[in-house]
């Protein structure tokens, strides 16, 4: 069965996509009968549509040469927003990685609405429609009977929303806790080792691991929204980040840590949620953990989680991400999901 895919948004994660695309396309094909053809792709610079599918080497290349898609010859075209891709293109499932944006989630909320408009399926990294967004753009895609899959947006790789959606569909999740910001848990085991915040903070920047702008992270905000998602879409609970109570990490100092330590404890920015009577608790904190909780061996460059149900017990899951791959590669497991 022939897949066509629009792919918008052609940054870290879009490209690394499309790499996967290339590289996987005969074992997908094989293994799950589908043809995954690029017909429309965009970026800042416009976008670039042929029903016959587009070059993916030739796409890599020119984002590559530090060109846009716009430039692809004879199909490219500038001045187009990725509305417009979607309104005039050819495909069945949009692939949205555009930047987050928290403000009014553009340009991907748009994208998105239109392509649910068209019966087109969705796979997206991109947190910002979701959670500003998310009872709408399912009620949309509900009526029109298409799937939004958006296993990346909560730690990447990790599959934390298929389990708790998927996986746990018949149980009552009773507790949900996760370290899901891969920022602050590097800055939290800097200062356990005796760094300041400000030089933990200084030295994550300079490795590209913490934004130029840190606030989101810092100040729990990115755990936040990714418990927004998980709320929604794994507690069944509509939730918007006004239900949550939200604490960061810049007032946490290394004698914080060092005192944890000498009781055999460790200090982590967790997202939790635990049920009360119908409802859940939802906060993103520091927390003081015993150093035999799962999410204590949980140290920078890992991410993890944990659920705990009343009839599937305890599953803890982690993933260490040193790159965007394991995201990309959640997108493209999301493609192959909405036909499965
Ligand atoms: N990086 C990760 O490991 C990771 C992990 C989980 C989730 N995510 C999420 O995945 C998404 C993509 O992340 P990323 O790291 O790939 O971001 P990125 O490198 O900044 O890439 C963003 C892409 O969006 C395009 N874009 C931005 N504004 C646009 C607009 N108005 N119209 C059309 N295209 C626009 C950019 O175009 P140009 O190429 O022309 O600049 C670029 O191709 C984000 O929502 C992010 O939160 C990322």
Same mark, same amino acid.
């Given at each position: 069965?022939?897949?066509?895919?629009? !792919?918008?948004?052609?940054?870290?994660?879009?490209?690394?996509?499309?790499?996967?695309?290339?590289?996987?396309?005969?074992?997908?094909?094989?293994?799950?009968?589908?043809?995954?053809?690029?017909?429309?792709?965009?970026?800042?610079?416009?976008?670039?549509?042929?029903?016959?599918?587009?070059? !993916?080497?030739?796409?890599?290349?020119?984002?590559?040469?530090?060109?846009?898609?716009?430039?692809?010859?004879?199909?490219?075209?500038?001045?187009?927003?990725?509305?417009? !891709? !979607?309104?005039?293109?050819?495909?069945?499932?949009?692939?949205?990685?555009?930047?987050?944006?928290?403000?009014?989630?553009?340009?991907?909320?748009?994208?998105?609405?239109?392509?649910?408009?068209?019966?087109?399926?969705?796979?997206?990294?991109?947190?910002?429609?979701?959670?500003?967004?998310?009872?709408?753009?399912?009620?949309?895609?509900?009526?029109?009977?298409?799937?939004?899959?958006?296993?990346?947006?909560?730690?990447?790789?990790?599959?934390?929303?298929?389990?708790?959606?998927?996986?746990?569909?018949?149980?009552?999740?009773?507790?949900?806790?996760?370290?899901?910001?891969?920022?602050?848990?590097?800055?939290?085991?800097?200062?356990?080792?005796?760094?300041?915040?400000?030089?933990?903070?200084?030295?994550?920047?300079?490795?590209?691991?913490?934004?130029?702008?840190?606030?989101?992270?810092?100040?729990? %905000?990115?755990?936040?929204?990714?418990?927004?998602?998980?709320?929604?879409?794994?507690?069944?609970?509509?939730?918007?980040?006004?239900?949550?109570?939200?604490?960061?990490?810049?007032?946490?100092?290394?004698?914080?840590?060092?005192?944890?330590?000498?009781?055999?404890?460790?200090?982590?920015?967790?997202?939790?949620?635990?049920?009360?009577?119908?409802?859940?608790?939802?906060?993103?904190?520091?927390? %003081?953990?015993?150093?035999?909780?799962?999410?204590?061996?949980?140290?920078?460059?890992?991410?993890?989680?944990?659920?705990?149900?009343?009839?599937?017990?305890?599953?803890?899951?982690?993933?260490?991400?040193?790159?965007?791959?394991?995201?990309?590669?959640?997108?493209?497991?999301?493609?192959?999901?909405?036909?499965?």
């Amino acid at each position: 069965m022939q897949v066509r895919l629009a !792919v918008v948004g052609l940054g870290n994660v879009g490209r690394r996509f499309l790499e996967l695309v290339q590289q996987k396309h005969s074992l997908i094909q094989k293994r799950f009968d589908l043809d995954l053809v690029v017909t429309a792709a965009g970026d800042t610079s416009g976008g670039a549509e042929y029903f016959s599918g587009l070059d !993916v080497a030739k796409i890599l290349e020119l984002k590559r040469s530090g060109k846009g898609v716009a430039a692809y010859s004879q199909h490219g075209r500038g001045e187009m927003t990725m509305v417009d !891709v !979607v309104r005039s293109c050819h495909a069945d499932v949009l692939v949205e990685n555009t930047l987050t944006n928290l403000t009014d989630g553009e340009p991907g909320l748009s994208t998105m609405r239109e392509a649910i408009a068209r019966k087109m399926h969705i796979a997206t990294a991109n947190k910002g429609p979701l959670v500003l967004a998310y009872q709408d753009l399912f009620a949309r895609a509900e009526k029109q009977n298409v799937k939004i899959l958006h296993s990346a947006t909560v730690a990447g790789g990790l599959p934390v929303v298929n389990i708790g959606r998927r996986d746990l569909g018949a149980s009552e999740i009773t507790k949900f806790e996760g370290i899901v910001n891969g920022t602050t848990n590097h800055i939290l085991d800097a200062m356990a080792r005796g760094e300041a915040y400000e030089s933990a903070l200084q030295h994550m920047q300079e490795l590209g691991i913490a934004e130029a702008d840190p606030t989101l992270d810092v100040d729990g %905000w990115d755990a936040a929204n990714k418990l927004v998602i998980i709320a929604n879409a794994c507690l069944r609970r509509p939730t918007t980040l006004k239900d949550l109570r939200v604490q960061g990490i810049r007032d946490v100092t290394p004698k914080d840590l060092q005192d944890a330590q000498a009781k055999g404890q460790v200090i982590k920015l967790v997202a939790r949620a635990v049920k009360q009577g119908d409802n859940y608790e939802l906060s993103v904190k520091p927390e %003081w953990l015993d150093a035999s909780h799962p999410l204590a061996s949980v140290h920078g460059g890992y991410m993890g989680v944990l659920y705990e149900s009343d009839i599937n017990g305890q599953i803890f899951a982690t993933i260490r991400e040193e790159n965007p791959y394991p995201t990309a590669a959640a997108v493209l497991r999301d493609v192959i999901n909405i036909y499965q």
